[in-house]
């Protein structure tokens, strides 16, 4: 990392692993509840929200000097509301096919607290170049939570990963299924994507007990 | 900073000028790209018809595959014979029917006002066969599509579509396991209209009865499948005149 100095460097790690959005914060549950039924589809979203909360937070910082604090909120909402559908419409003109992949997703983006929460905790108050780098390690840690959820629910609930059939065929009976293996139909419903990140926030605590907060 | 952003004649101020320039931004970008979103869209609409009818670029184990968008205006002038709208039970010739809004014209037939219903023919292996749109709701918010049928009332294929059902639950309906089974299902039982519906019960995961008025339903996407069932019987019942002629020629 010797482009970036460690202070800087740690604005991208500490979302990943100790400062994780997801669960640590417990910010943007409700969109990894809602699109982790498959691998691509949590793929997509990370990937646009990678997009939006860097540009975002970098032009939230630039503004916030002249961003009136009453209305702060709003100025904020504009600004992602905007983003959001440039990206659409961009995406509608030049790549169709992936703009129909994304249409549910990306009115999701807007609804994410993890962009208001960042652009409220760390562009107001931070240069534009940190606030650039705290954007893409946020949005970095949200998207390896919603990829090893939609991993395993994927992978347990339909068999398949990004679309291809991984354990063999449920309906002609091949791979894992000649044995017995049924696949998990819960897994696919958004109550199981609760439990894949209740597990994932158990492991995560008993390796680093500084995370467990008094009771 | 020398402003005081807390005064409320400067947040007033912040506040038009911020929505003066997003507003222009969108606006500018919405009609410069326009054209071409509206050019994306009737390439997307010419290839859900062919799909519909057969055409298209799949292979046995490849997912839906469409002919290209590149060519898919030439294929779609050579494969689609006539187009027609029915309205009131009377069938016209129109040679921009693919353009119909299919969402308000079903909204008119189920209202009962006059409606505008597009109708594609088609030839396929030497034999007539029309595709006809189709529009419902699933869970969350609109699906569609289209079918074709030859004279027998026999599917030849469909295409389905949706804006916003779930991701791996109901959002599978435009996947090929799920549209393939359709083809080959016969839409009659006796000589009523039964349509082809999605059932949890029928026994056939294989889709072997093609005389069963049924297939096989996604397990999870109750609601989807439902609204699949409801759009074929709808679009049925307001094309009933018209498929009453091809049966009797």
């Known amino acids: 990392m010797a482009l970036l100095s460690k202070k800087d460097a740690n604005l991208i790690l500490d979302p990943l692993a100790d400062n994780n959005p997801i669960t640590i914060q417990v910010l943007g549950i409700c969109s990894a509840l809602a699109i982790t039924a498959e691998l691509q589809a949590s793929f997509v979203m990370a990937v646009s929200v990678i997009f939006v909360m860097g540009v975002g937070n970098v032009v939230i910082s630039l503004l916030r000097n002249v961003i009136p604090s009453k209305i702060r909120i709003i100025a904020q909402l504009i600004v992602v509301a905007t983003l959001v559908i440039v990206v659409d419409q961009v995406l509608k003109a030049f790549a169709y096919e992936l703009s129909k992949t994304l249409s549910v997703f990306v009115g999701l983006i807007i609804t994410n607290c993890i962009i208001m929460g960042r652009f409220e905790a760390f562009a107001l108050g931070n240069g534009v170049w940190r606030s650039f780098l705290d954007g893409i390690g946020n949005a970095l840690g949200y998207g390896v939570i919603l990829i090893m959820v939609g991993f395993f629910r994927e992978l347990l609930g339909s068999g398949t990963l990004f679309g291809y059939q991984v354990l063999g065929d449920p309906i002609a009976k091949t791979g894992l299924y000649a044995f017995g293996y049924e696949n998990n139909g819960f897994m696919i419903i958004p109550p199981a994507a609760l439990i894949v990140v209740g597990i994932i926030i158990w492991v995560q605590r008993s390796r680093n007990k500084a995370l467990i907060e008094e009771a | ?249």
Do not use: C
């Open chain 2, 1 to 249: 900073m020398a402003i005081n952003t807390d005064k409320n004649g400067y947040t007033v101020l912040f506040a038009v000028i911020m929505v003066v320039i997003v507003g222009s931004v969108l606006a500018f970008l919405a009609s410069g790209l326009s054209d071409r979103i509206k050019e994306n869209e009737r390439f997307e609409k010419q290839q859900n018809i062919l799909y519909a009818m057969g055409i298209n670029e799949n292979t046995p184990d490849s997912g839906v595959n469409f002919i290209p968008t590149d060519v898919v205006e030439a294929k779609f002038t050579e494969r689609i014979k006539e187009q027609y709208v029915l309205v009131d039970g009377n069938v016209e010739k129109d040679d921009q029917a693919f353009l119909i809004d299919v969402k308000k014209q079903m909204a008119a037939f189920k209202s009962g006002d006059e409606a505008r219903l597009p109708i594609f023919v088609g030839e396929k292996d030497g034999e007539e066969v029309y595709v006809l749109p189709m529009y419902g709701k699933g869970l969350w918010d609109a699906i569609w599509g289209f079918m074709s049928v030859n004279k027998d009332m026999v599917i030849q294929g469909v295409y389905f579509d949706h804006k916003a059902e779930t991701a791996g639950l109901g959002a599978n309906i435009k996947l090929r396991f799920f549209m393939d089974d359709f083809s080959g299902e016969t839409l009659l039982k006796g000589s009523s209209y039964a349509g082809v519906t999605v059932s949890k019960t029928n026994n056939d995961p294989l889709n072997d009865d093609k005389q069963d008025n049924e297939v096989d339903a996604i397990a999870g996407a109750t609601i989807t499948g439902n609204g699949v069932s409801a759009m074929i019987k709808e679009t049925l019942k307001a094309y009933k005149p018209y498929l009453e002629t091809i049966r009797n020629n």
